[in-house]
């Protein structure tokens, strides 16, 4: 059985992100990418070796493409699945706490249609709305390296190109997200990264001429939203401000 070419380093990354002419052909060349040997090895050893709680279900273990309408006006932009979140689920953010507070929050926003997301035959959709992450295989103690980061930037610069007629407003999930968006300014909008970098911050806007608006939230993980440091208020916030910035009111 033939399917699209594996990547299997940075230019194969580019070369099939590159080919992809709509979102669901991304979405499946994503899927099928190898890119990263380390990353390759974390993701299927979770998958094979599996959570206790999970034990009877049989996990994803591949990239995590983005979700949501191919014609959305703001973008989510995280860092990476979790092991035993997206890398179990196949779908971002979906059966983990950060996503059990994601889209309660997008559902309270008018942006998606259920509070609850527990895997890909969920019944949950997004309105306006696509989440997708700068780095799309989990990585052990979510921290890709440098190489890693760079390897998959290009599957995110081709889903941006492909929402940019309709995104208006980008979301960055956190300061690695925030830092991932300079390149993408550069590679999609053909924009300089600003010097200096702004800094990252919860509720930081900024905006150059002809790119979306890139708005900056604490990220929705446990040691955020357990300490209190972010709340569903301040994610309704960010939320409600993100809607006014793509102009949904
Ligand atoms: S992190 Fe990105 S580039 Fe690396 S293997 Fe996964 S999908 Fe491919």
Redesign the pocket.
């Known amino acids: 059985m033939s399917g699209p070419p594996v990547?299997r380093s940075r230019r194969g990354?580019l070369a099939s992100a590159s080919a992809a002419a709509d979102l669901p052909t991304l979405e499946e060349s994503?899927s099928h990418?190898?890119?990263?040997p380390r990353?390759?090895a974390w993701r299927e050893h979770v998958a094979a070796t599996r959570r206790a709680a999970y034990a009877d279900q049989v996990y994803w273990g591949r990239?995590v493409p983005g979700f949501g309408p191919t014609d959305a006006r703001i973008g989510l932009l995280g860092l990476a699945p979790a092991a035993h979140g997206g890398n179990r689920t196949g779908r971002i953010f979906t059966g983990d706490r950060s996503g059990d507070v994601l889209f309660a929050a997008l559902y309270r926003a008018g942006l998606a249609n259920q509070p609850v997301s527990t895997g890909r035959d969920d019944g949950l959709e997004l309105y306006h709305t696509r989440v997708f992450s700068a780095?799309?295989?989990a990585p052990p103690a979510n921290k890709p390296t440098p190489q890693?980061r760079d390897?998959?930037a290009p599957?995110l610069h081709r889903e941006v190109a492909l929402l940019r007629p309709s995104l208006r407003v980008v979301v960055a999930l956190g300061q690695f997200a925030w830092n991932s968006w300079w390149p993408t300014l550069t590679a999609v909008y053909g924009l300089p990264a600003p010097t200096p970098r702004p800094r990252f911050g919860h509720g930081e806007l900024w905006f150059a001429g002809g790119a979306p608006r890139l708005l900056g939230c604490y990220h929705v993980s446990q040691q955020n939203t357990f300490t209190g440091r972010l709340t569903d208020a301040m994610l309704d916030e960010v939320l409600a401000r993100a809607r006014q910035l793509a102009g949904l009111g």
Do not use: D, K
Request: charged letters at 20%; proline letters at 12%.
């Open positions: 990547p990354v994503i990418c190898r890119a990263c990353l390759v990239p780095v799309r295989c890693e390897n998959c599957w």
